[in-house]
């Protein structure tokens, strides 16, 4: 069992105790939120640093209701 820390740009998303060791490629869904393992690296012998790319969350612009017309 190892201790698997996620993290994204330096700040900690999660924390899991896991039987298998993330690779280097593997997707995840963290949070809501779909992830990719950019790096793994094995700290002491059962804790392990896994550094995340998140997928961009894309903001839709808001709708100026005042414009429309009122029936």
Do not use: C, S, W
């Given at each position: 069992?190892?201790?698997?820390?996620?993290?994204?740009?330096?700040?900690?998303?999660?924390?899991?105790?896991?039987?298998?060791?993330?690779?280097?490629?593997?997707?995840?869904?963290?949070?809501?939120?779909?992830?990719?393992?950019?790096?793994?690296?094995?700290?002491?012998?059962?804790?392990?640093?896994?550094?995340?790319?998140?997928?961009?969350?894309?903001?839709?612009?808001?709708?100026?209701l005042s414009?429309?017309?009122?029936?």
């Open positions: 069992m190892y201790i698997v820390y996620f993290y994204h740009e330096r700040n900690l998303l999660l924390q899991q105790l896991r039987k298998k060791i993330p690779a280097d490629g593997d997707e995840f869904k963290i949070k809501g939120r779909k992830a990719k393992v950019v790096q793994t690296t094995i700290i002491e012998g059962n804790k392990v640093h896994v550094q995340l790319q998140l997928e961009q969350v894309i903001k839709k612009a808001a709708v100026d414009k429309k017309k009122r029936k």
